[in-house]
């Protein structure tokens, strides 16, 4: 029975996953009742894949706590909604470690690229000039250059994997450098007045969705 719940589980999350970002994009707001079920139907997609209790389900439950504490902290910053955080943390009981991870990176980046757009839109629209880049963000960028680049070289991949300290550490200094960028960005809107309210529920969904590409139940065993 698992070999045929495990994908249809994997669909109701996908269709979830859509419609709270079709709703974040047009409201700002994710439905708790979306995230809740998401996290409800953790513990069937657990049995599903022969997740065991333990260490199986108190690791997905500490990596989905984990997560859920670092993103309550850009809550706190005013960086994200409080139903982009609950939504990342009701996925994070799903997916295992790599895939998580992937899910992480490409909400950064998607997240990111909205930012960025929505920023720019609110500048043209108020007709204000751009600032000029200050110091801290020009070496958070050519930081981030570096490190995407020296990631995209070829056998970097296998190469870092191989090293796993080294690997988190690229890692933690790509996602460091978007944040670093997108809070400077986004404060240098505030002071002129635009405050962009980006639908993260839509990176999430999206990021989730890149993430499912690849089959994630052989993860699990």
């Not at 049995?47 to 990596?63: K, N, R, S, T, Y």
């Not at 998580?100 to 757009?117: D, E, K, Q, R």
């Not at 204000?128 to 490190?147: Q, W």
């Not at 990021?207 to 499912?212: E, I, K, V, W």
């Amino acid at each position: 029975m698992g070999d045929h719940l495990a994908p249809a589980l994997l669909g109701v999350l996908a269709l979830f996953l859509v419609s709270a970002g079709i709703e974040d994009a047009r409201t700002r707001e994710i439905a708790n009742w979306k995230t809740a079920a998401i996290a409800l139907l953790a513990p069937a997609w657990w049995w599903a894949v022969g997740i065991d209790p333990w260490p199986g389900v108190a690791i997905q439950l500490g990596a989905a706590a984990v997560v859920f504490a670092a993103f309550v902290g850009a809550f706190a910053l005013g960086q994200m909604g409080g139903g982009d955080v609950k939504l990342i943390g009701a996925l994070a009981l799903w997916l295992p470690f790599q895939p998580l991870v992937s899910t992480l990176v490409w909400m950064t980046l998607i997240g990111g690229a909205l930012t960025a757009v929505m920023i720019a839109d609110g500048w043209v629209r108020a007709r204000a000039a751009p600032p000029r880049p200050r110091a801290g963000g020009l070496v958070a960028a050519a930081l981030l250059v570096t490190a995407i680049a020296v990631m995209a070289l070829p056998g970097s991949g296998a190469w870092l994997l191989a090293r796993p300290v080294l690997w988190l550490l690229a890692l933690a200094a790509t996602l460091c450098g978007v944040a670093a960028i997108l809070i400077g960005g986004i404060r240098a809107a505030k002071r002129r007045g635009i405050a962009p309210e980006t639908p993260y529920g839509v990176a999430i969904a999206v990021a989730a969705l890149l993430a499912m590409r690849e089959p994630i139940i052989n993860q699990f065993s």
